[in-house]
């Protein structure tokens, strides 16, 4: 709802109705669950870590961290959009490079006159530290986990798990930068008659992309989502292979 007016199918509708709390909440949806975009994949190293780190105590450890951790950062944006409660949403002509009639949800009258941009950069600044330094203890866990392992107990499964947390880790990363890119271009060229004002009309799809590209990544490669074609190769190999004994005994 807040990318369609963008393609002026509801500029005609939006120039007959005034500001009002209805556009309001369509927009503060859409800031809410962008701040969930960027907390909630925080988690996946931080199981994972706790995983490698207490492999004897991280059911209990996991159970509290989902039972209070999500809850919390359910609420967390809040923080960051409290300034919304009393403003009045408005459809407000797009600038360049969009063309007449292109339009968004925007808002005005504001709790203290603030504006989401430096929310939003401040929070992919902070979650990306994050994620970072849980990335790096997660490949320092595991790293020394493997270690102690004999090189002949360290199997295929293992060197792909390490693989898939590698690859997630990147894809990780990539979008919080990428995603801070385009709201830096979006503050300092917005309007403007600058080429990186173009980037504005790319930074919706590259927003829905950090949504679920990370834990798409991660199911693709994840050894632990391929369980059932493991057991087959395994089925098939092993049944072959007792078909070529029969062969050889007859």
């Not at 009002?20 to 503060?28: D, Q, R, S």
């Not at 990335?135 to 392992?149: D, E, H, P, T």
């Amino acid at each position: 709802m807040t990318r369609l007016p963008s393609t002026g199918i509801f500029t005609s509708y939006c120039a007959t109705i005034p500001p009002n709390h209805w556009l309001k909440c369509i927009l503060f949806a859409a800031l809410y669950f962008n701040y969930l975009a960027m907390s909630f994949p925080f988690l996946l190293p931080v199981i994972r870590l706790i995983i490698v780190t207490f492999p004897k105590r991280h059911v209990i450890i996991n159970t509290i961290l989902i039972r209070y951790g999500v809850p919390l950062i359910l609420l967390f944006p809040i923080c960051f959009t409290f300034y919304l409660i009393p403003a009045l949403g408005v459809c407000k002509q797009r600038a360049s490079p969009y063309p007449f009639g292109a339009i968004w949800i925007y808002y005005i009258n504001s709790a203290f006159g603030l504006r989401n941009s430096f929310f939003h950069l401040y929070n992919l600044i902070f979650w990306m530290t994050l994620s970072i330094i849980a990335n790096f203890l997660l490949f320092y866990q595991v790293g020394q986990a493997r270690s102690r392992l004999i090189r002949a107990q360290t199997s295929g499964t293992s060197k792909r798990a390490h693989t898939s947390i590698t690859i997630t880790t990147l894809a990780m990363i990539t979008f919080y930068v990428t995603n801070g890119s385009f709201l830096l271009m979006y503050i300092f060229y917005y309007g403007t008659n600058s080429y990186f004002s173009y980037a504005e009309i790319i930074r919706p799809f590259g927003n829905d992309l950090q949504t679920c590209v990370v834990t798409w990544v991660f199911y693709l490669t994840h050894p632990a989502f391929q369980k059932k074609k493991s057991m087959d190769s395994d089925l098939i190999f092993s049944t072959s292979s007792f078909r070529r004994r029969v062969d050889i005994s007859i």
